[in-house]
């Protein structure tokens, strides 16, 4: 049974062709620092959107927000569960090819670790994965734009199983003004925008 389980494609794996795609394929990854990661990228696809990402027991937990990251507390901002990715996929910039799945630039928004922050009333640490059965998680972030207290709730908003809520939690990290997700464009691991990335694969061609 373990055998069948570990040769059966992962949906990331199932909706790509690894030939085509210059995104890193299998879902193995390995990790050395301490610290969980997190990463938020922006993707150029059908639709613009924001891809949140925690590592969560060796994969990238995902969720594709719409509207980005708000750092105002009163705002609620969609969050759509989508299939785990690979740890590698944390560092993936580049063009996804026309007619491939999600096909479109896509940049390192923003990146950094993270910190669960939840605890039974008795004040034992409830783990990320119980937090995601759960459907409520809650942590601290420590990227580059996006700093303090975040949660996920799964609201199931419309009815539908896939859709959470992130919001930004009260404290240091909280301002209604700054408004990263339209004013900070640029990928924090190489200053390239999502068209600086789109016409450097044209120019590849
Ligand atoms: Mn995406």
Known sequence: MSKQRSDAKSAYESKRNFERTPEPSGMAGRRTSKAPI??????????????????????????????????????????????????????????IPEGE????????????????????????????????????????????????????IHSRLGGKERNWLLIKMKDEGSDARRKPAKTEPQSVRTGRTLEDVRRASRHHR
């Not at 994965?129 to 975040?150: A, F, N, T």
Request: proline letters at 5%; aromatic letters at 10%; a negative charge.
């Open 38 to 95: 997190f990463v938020i990228q922006q993707h150029d696809a059908t639709t613009l959107h924001f891809d949140f990402r925690l590592e969560i027991d060796g994969k990238l937990a995902s969720w594709a927000v719409p509207k980005g990251p708000s750092t105002d507390p009163r705002e609620k901002r969609l969050a759509v569960r989508v299939e785990d990715h690979p740890l590698a996929y944390a560092s993936f910039e580049g063009c």
């Open 101 to 152: 799945y999600g096909a479109g630039p896509v940049i390192v928004w923003d990146q950094g670790t993270y910190e669960n922050l939840r605890r039974r009333e008795a004040g034992a640490a409830v783990s990320m994965r119980e937090s995601l059965e759960d459907g409520r998680v809650e942590i601290w972030l420590e990227g580059e734009k996006i700093r303090g207290g975040y949660a996920l």
